[in-house]
């Protein structure tokens, strides 16, 4: 079993930076893909962006490329997703999710694991 617990939601004006955290614990002795989604109100959960604890390559959803950034810490092991030059349409509840069946998938039906949720508001 592993658990994910995310954090560092808030409210934040068009322009504005955010950088959510993902604690990940329980059966993490080996290597795994990690990402995070988003849910706003009416909508689909969408990929926001993957990679691997290991390093190497990372996919982004079109929408938040050059904009959004993981960042891996695998001492504690955390998970982070920098948020800059955000916008209205980012308002969503983000989740950070693990061990996908497929990897780098940014399909929200692939992932086995998932935390409770932040919530994330930018206003105009």
């Known amino acids: 079993q592993v658990q994910l617990v995310e954090s560092g939601g808030g409210s934040v004006q068009t322009g504005g930076s955010l950088t959510l955290s993902c604690v990940v614990s329980?059966?993490?002795?080996?290597?795994?893909?990690v990402a995070w989604f988003r849910q706003a109100p009416g909508k689909e959960r969408e990929g926001v962006a993957t990679?691997?604890?290991?390093?190497?390559?990372?996919r982004y959803a079109d929408s938040v490329k050059g904009r959004f950034t993981i960042v891996q810490d695998n001492a504690k092991p955390m998970l982070h997703l920098q948020m800059n030059n955000l916008r209205p349409d980012d308002t969503a509840m983000y989740y950070c999710?693990?061990?996908?069946?497929?990897?780098?998938?940014?399909?929200?039906?692939?992932?086995?694991?998932w935390g409770q949720g932040t919530q994330v508001t930018v206003s105009s």
């Open positions: 990679s691997h604890t290991r390093g190497g390559r990372q």
């Open positions: 999710a693990a061990f996908p069946s497929v990897a780098y998938s940014l399909d929200p039906s692939d992932y086995r694991y």
């Open positions: 329980g059966d993490t002795y080996k290597d795994y893909y």
